[in-house]
């Protein structure tokens, strides 16, 4: 069913649209990293900013994409590993190098943006963010849109966790590859 909404939303995303060069306008949407190939035939043109948060955090709070789409994909193993929160930093894992590895094969311009970056130093990363899309801002924007911010109370809820202990050394390799400690 998720796929059949995805490709809706694709297809009313090319009609409303269209091929306009001069039209630029984002999505946000949490999966749209599974799509990238479909999203990049679509528009080849485009862009991909990648939102990523701590694997941590993210593993403690059961999350619906890893409920719904890990069995999606089998060969990457996400399931089996002997808890939920381990099952889960395995997909944030896998997903996050995949996004990351389909960006680079498929030549898409990715912008990497992590939410506790955001979060903590907002104006740089908000700046880095304008500039990726061709939109700088002046610095008067840059801090109404900071102002716009708030910490999240999940925001470093797990940094106990070793990623190691739970998920391995190759786990823990991966996590550290994608920008993150033990």
């Known amino acids: 069913r998720r796929a059949v909404w995805a490709g809706r939303r694709l297809q009313a995303m090319r009609r409303h649209h269209g091929t306009r060069r001069t039209a630029q306008w984002g999505v946000k949407e949490p999966t749209a990293h599974l799509f990238l190939p479909a999203l990049h035939r679509a528009f080849p043109e485009m862009t991909y900013v990648h939102v990523m948060r701590d694997p941590k955090d993210y593993a403690t709070v059961p999350h619906n994409q890893f409920t719904l789409w890990s069995r999606a994909f089998p060969?990457?193993?996400?399931?089996?590993?002997?808890?939920?929160?381990?099952?889960?930093?395995?997909?944030?894992?896998?997903?996050?190098?995949?996004?990351?590895?389909?960006?680079?094969?498929?030549?898409?311009?990715?912008?990497?943006?992590?939410?506790?970056?955001?979060?903590?130093?907002?104006?740089?990363?908000?700046?880095?963010?304008?500039?990726?899309?061709?939109?700088?801002?002046?610095?008067?924007?840059?801090?109404?849109?900071?102002?716009?911010?708030?910490r999240p109370a999940s925001l470093g809820r797990a940094g106990h966790l070793n990623v190691q202990d739970i998920g391995g050394r190759t786990l823990a390799d991966d996590v550290v590859r994608l920008g993150y400690g033990r």
């Open 75 to 150: 060969e990457l193993q996400l399931r089996g590993h002997g808890s939920l929160v381990a099952n889960q930093l395995h997909w944030w894992a896998a997903m996050n190098g995949r996004a990351l590895a389909v960006t680079d094969a498929l030549g898409i311009p990715c912008l990497v943006v992590r939410l506790e970056e955001l979060v903590r130093t907002p104006h740089p990363t908000i700046r880095r963010l304008a500039s990726f899309v061709g939109r700088p801002l002046a610095s008067s924007a840059t801090a109404a849109l900071a102002s716009l911010i708030e």
